[in-house]
C-alpha cells in the first residue's frame, strides 16, 4: 500500500509535467514553423525573380554587407551535399565490390583448374601404375 506522502508525491509530479507538455509542445510547434518558412523564404529564392524590383529574398541576413544564407539554407546545403556524398559512396562501393567478386571469381577458377588438372595427373600415375601392375 502506498503512503499518503508517496501519493502526494506522485501527483503534484503528475501536475507539474502536465503543465509543462503544452509548453514544449508549442515551443516546438513555433520552431517547427519557424523552419518551414525559412526554408520556403529559401525556395522562393531560389526561384528566378519575375521583376528586377523583387524584395531580398528573406532567408539572407538582415546586414546588407553580409548576404550569407541563413541556418535553414545553409542545413539545405548540407544535406543536398550529404545526399551526393553518399551517393558517391554507394557506386565506388558497389564497383570496388563488383571488383573484388570478379577478382574473387577468377581465382577460384585457377584454383578449380589447377585441381582438376592435379587430379587428371594423379588419376593417370594411379591408372599407370595399375597397368605396370598387371603387365608383370
Same mark, same amino acid.
Given at each position: 500500500?502506498?503512503? %499518503?506522502?508517496?501519493? /502526494?508525491?506522485? $501527483?503534484?509530479?503528475?501536475?507539474?509535467?502536465?503543465?509543462?507538455?503544452?509548453? $514544449?509542445?508549442?515551443?516546438?510547434?513555433?520552431?517547427?514553423?519557424?523552419? &518551414?518558412?525559412?526554408?520556403?523564404?529559401?525556395?522562393?529564392?531560389?526561384?528566378?525573380?519575375?521583376?528586377? &524590383?523583387?524584395?531580398?529574398?528573406?532567408? +539572407?541576413? $538582415?546586414?546588407?554587407?553580409?548576404?550569407? %544564407?541563413?541556418?535553414?539554407?545553409?542545413?539545405?546545403?548540407?544535406?543536398? @551535399?550529404?545526399?551526393?556524398?553518399?551517393?558517391?559512396?554507394?557506386?565506388? /562501393?558497389?564497383?570496388?565490390?563488383?571488383?573484388?567478386?570478379?577478382? /574473387?571469381? @577468377?581465382?577460384? /577458377? @585457377?584454383?578449380?583448374?589447377?585441381?582438376? @588438372?592435379?587430379?587428371?595427373?594423379?588419376?593417370? +600415375?594411379?591408372?599407370?601404375?595399375?597397368? &605396370?601392375?598387371?603387365?608383370?
Amino acid at each position: 500500500m502506498k503512503s %499518503p506522502r508517496h501519493l /502526494g508525491l506522485v $501527483a503534484a509530479t503528475t501536475i507539474a509535467l502536465a503543465g509543462l507538455l503544452p509548453a $514544449a509542445h508549442a515551443q516546438d510547434t513555433t520552431r517547427e514553423q519557424r523552419m &518551414d518558412q525559412a526554408l520556403q523564404n529559401y525556395r522562393g529564392a531560389n526561384t528566378a525573380p519575375a521583376t528586377r &524590383d523583387a524584395p531580398a529574398p528573406a532567408y +539572407r541576413s $538582415a546586414d546588407p554587407r553580409n548576404p550569407q %544564407p541563413g541556418p535553414a539554407a545553409r542545413a539545405e546545403q548540407n544535406i543536398k @551535399e550529404g545526399a551526393h556524398n553518399a551517393g558517391a559512396a554507394v557506386k565506388r /562501393g558497389a564497383r570496388r565490390t563488383g571488383e573484388a567478386i570478379k577478382h /574473387g571469381a @577468377e581465382r577460384t /577458377g @585457377e584454383a578449380v583448374g589447377n585441381g582438376m @588438372e592435379r587430379s587428371g595427373a594423379a588419376i593417370r +600415375r594411379g591408372g599407370e601404375k595399375l597397368k &605396370d601392375k598387371s603387365a608383370s
